[in-house]
């Protein structure tokens, strides 16, 4: 394929991409109207439901201004020779082809992020602000932006200095040296997230003794589950939304719940969202996710080890001297279509996880309480109660609220 066959390839794909998620949208917001399922109609009462209504109409017009902005300039990027003036820029710093590889997707990076920070100011500040939502200040929003440009640069800048490293010690062999590096870095970041990454963030505390405590242990020894963390992050600091989540296996897991989880649901319900999180530690869906993501991430960089010597790719897209980074880039795009279809495939079988650690739930506590619990946490973050089916096929990790009060009332 010549380079400007594959210019036009990307262009369409990003087009593509575009205009069907656009498309997806719509018929989303066709749906907001739709009359509440009759399970679901004490989720919100008249006042709450029109406000859950004006935020979800509020998102999807901010959603379709947002994401033609960013494809307006991911286009003039391509068409005026962005690529080209970053390589330039990068080459005239250094000569080291890791330092140009870290300045080139760095610069990318940064200024993408600077560029959109004025979005997602008027998310949080504006939209989420006007629903009752967010709790953060603005200094608050501006050091997690700091910190998240630290990390990038600490983790990222690492792995990536790493593999273009095996790239220029071992060829097109480098994928294997590199998929290792990926592997050992999915499990330990996903067994220490919780001890390195979250601290940057937010503040832990071990939940204090008292009555929900013992109900979770007790509950915890009933079935046979080693809990000796069990935390309270302080969500608050930045929304009113609320959530609770399992990482970590063997001795370094733990289970971390909201402050904001504690203040919204009763004892009894808190348990129940224990439970479902327990369930899915209990049906190694924490195992598959990881060897998922390890075996996706082998084949991801095989592929790119059979094009990206290719200089094509790298003229594709502007950059007059073929590189790494420059056809990592082309290919990243080219593979996206690959990569919806993975991701349609994973979102199915989290969908799948998520019944399964319900019925676990379900089965060694108590239905009722993680129904309630479903609901409330619903109501209290606006959630949309009638989606397109397409839309929660394509984009949704969980069932939707209705299938999931399905399942949980149903006699099994």
């Given at each position: 394929?010549?380079?400007?066959?594959?210019?036009?390839?990307?262009?369409?794909?990003?087009?593509?991409?575009?205009?069907?998620?656009?498309?997806?949208?719509?018929?989303?917001?066709?749906?907001?109207?739709?009359?509440?399922?009759?399970?679901?109609?004490?989720?919100?009462?008249?006042?709450?439901y029109k406000k859950s209504q004006a935020y979800k109409k509020t998102n999807y017009k901010f959603s379709n201004i947002s994401s033609l902005y960013s494809l307006m300039l991911t286009l003039?990027?391509?068409?005026?020779?962005?690529?080209?003036?970053?390589?330039?820029?990068?080459?005239?710093?250094?000569?080291?082809?890791?330092?140009?590889?870290?300045?080139?997707?760095?610069?990318?990076?940064?200024?993408?992020?600077?560029?959109?920070i004025p979005f997602s100011y008027y998310h949080t500040f504006v939209i989420e602000e006007k629903f009752g939502f967010n709790k953060m200040s603005k200094k608050t929003f501006f050091l997690d932006k700091l910190k998240g440009w630290l990390m990038m640069i600490v983790l990222g800048g690492g792995i990536l200095s790493l593999v273009i490293w095996f790239y220029m010690l071992t060829g097109a062999d480098f994928w294997i040296?590199?998929?290792?590096?990926?592997?050992?870095?999915?499990?330990?970041?996903?067994?220490?997230?919780?001890?390195?990454?979250?601290p940057l963030f937010n503040k832990q505390t071990p939940l204090q003794d008292g009555s929900l405590r013992s109900k979770i242990e007790a509950y915890a020894q009933k079935v046979g589950f080693e809990l000796d963390n069990v935390f309270?992050?302080?969500?608050?600091?930045?929304?009113?939304?609320?959530?609770?989540?399992?990482?970590?296996?063997?001795?370094?897991k733990r289970i971390t719940l909201f402050d904001t989880l504690i203040k919204d649901l009763e004892e009894d319900e808190i348990v129940a969202v224990?439970?479902?999180?327990?369930?899915?530690?209990?049906?190694?869906?924490?195992?598959?996710?990881?060897?998922?993501?390890?075996?996706?991430?082998?084949?991801?960089?095989?592929l790119l080890s059979l094009f990206i010597n290719i200089?094509?790719?790298?003229?594709?897209?502007?950059?007059?001297?073929?590189?790494?980074?420059?056809?990592?880039?082309?290919?990243?795009?080219?593979?996206?279509?690959?990569?919806?279809?993975?991701?349609l495939i994973m979102n199915y079988f989290s969908r799948k996880f998520e019944y399964?650690?319900?019925?676990?739930?379900?089965?060694?506590?108590?239905?009722?309480?993680?129904?309630?619990?479903?609901?409330?946490?619903?109501k209290n973050s606006l959630s949309n109660l009638t989606p397109h089916p397409a839309y929660v096929f394509v984009h949704y990790s969980h069932p939707t609220l209705l299938e999931r009060f399905k399942n949980l009332s149903a006699q099994h």
């Amino acid at each position: 394929m010549t380079p400007q066959t594959i210019f036009y390839s990307i262009i369409t794909i990003l087009l593509l991409d575009f205009i069907v998620d656009k498309i997806l949208d719509y018929l989303n917001a066709k749906n907001f109207d739709r009359p509440v399922p009759k399970e679901l109609n004490d989720v919100y009462d008249e006042g709450e439901y029109k406000k859950s209504q004006a935020y979800k109409k509020t998102n999807y017009k901010f959603s379709n201004i947002s994401s033609l902005y960013s494809l307006m300039l991911t286009l003039a990027f391509f068409f005026l020779d962005g690529f080209e003036f970053v390589d330039k820029l990068a080459r005239g710093i250094s000569n080291n082809e890791i330092a140009v590889t870290l300045i080139f997707f760095g610069t990318i990076l940064l200024a993408g992020d600077i560029l959109t920070i004025p979005f997602s100011y008027y998310h949080t500040f504006v939209i989420e602000e006007k629903f009752g939502f967010n709790k953060m200040s603005k200094k608050t929003f501006f050091l997690d932006k700091l910190k998240g440009w630290l990390m990038m640069i600490v983790l990222g800048g690492g792995i990536l200095s790493l593999v273009i490293w095996f790239y220029m010690l071992t060829g097109a062999d480098f994928w294997i040296y590199a998929w290792a590096l990926v592997a050992v870095f999915t499990v330990l970041i996903n067994m220490f997230y919780s001890n390195l990454i979250v601290p940057l963030f937010n503040k832990q505390t071990p939940l204090q003794d008292g009555s929900l405590r013992s109900k979770i242990e007790a509950y915890a020894q009933k079935v046979g589950f080693e809990l000796d963390n069990v935390f309270v992050i302080d969500g608050s600091k930045r929304s009113t939304k609320a959530n609770a989540y399992f990482s970590g296996f063997g001795k370094q897991k733990r289970i971390t719940l909201f402050d904001t989880l504690i203040k919204d649901l009763e004892e009894d319900e808190i348990v129940a969202v224990l439970a479902h999180e327990v369930g899915h530690y209990k049906r190694r869906h924490i195992i598959f996710n990881i060897t998922a993501s390890v075996v996706l991430t082998g084949l991801t960089l095989y592929l790119l080890s059979l094009f990206i010597n290719i200089p094509e790719l790298s003229l594709a897209i502007g950059v007059k001297q073929p590189s790494f980074h420059a056809g990592l880039i082309a290919f990243g795009i080219l593979y996206s279509p690959i990569s919806e279809i993975t991701g349609l495939i994973m979102n199915y079988f989290s969908r799948k996880f998520e019944y399964q650690a319900d019925d676990y739930a379900k089965e060694t506590y108590a239905p009722l309480p993680l129904i309630t619990s479903l609901k409330k946490l619903s109501k209290n973050s606006l959630s949309n109660l009638t989606p397109h089916p397409a839309y929660v096929f394509v984009h949704y990790s969980h069932p939707t609220l209705l299938e999931r009060f399905k399942n949980l009332s149903a006699q099994h």
